[in-house]
């Protein structure tokens, strides 16, 4: 049943990022942006921890997720440091995965050639 649900959740994120690409101008930048910014409302206001109970790691793989990583880590070091802990909390939930797109991206810049 987790994996339906977490199919569910993932098919339907995609689902709305694909309707919203057919019928706009934005481009795939501006959704993906959209939904970063979209999970950390839904972090702010404690929906997406109900999603991520619900629909489990389904919820956890989106883009949106990002989002809820960074309020989160915000979040937290907020309550721990004041106003300073702001920024230093959101990169701390992030690190690992904001290192490894850099470090695979590198890797397939330098593996592949552009088609120029």
Wanted: proline share 3%.
């Amino acid at each position: 049943m987790n994996y339906i649900m977490a199919f569910l959740f993932s098919g339907f994120v995609c689902l709305v990022a694909q309707l919203i690409y057919d019928n706009s101008k934005l481009t795939p930048g501006h959704i993906t942006s959209l939904f970063v910014v979209v999970g950390s409302f839904l972090d702010l206001f404690h929906i997406y921890d109900k999603l991520v109970d619900i629909f489990h790691a389904g919820a956890l793989i989106p883009i949106t997720s990002f989002g809820h990583s960074l309020m989160h880590g915000a979040m937290a070091a907020t309550e721990k440091f004041g106003i300073f802990g702001l920024a230093s909390g959101m990169f701390e939930l992030t690190a690992a995965g904001i290192t490894a797109a850099i470090l695979f991206s590198f890797l397939v810049a330098v593996i592949f050639k552009p088609k120029s």
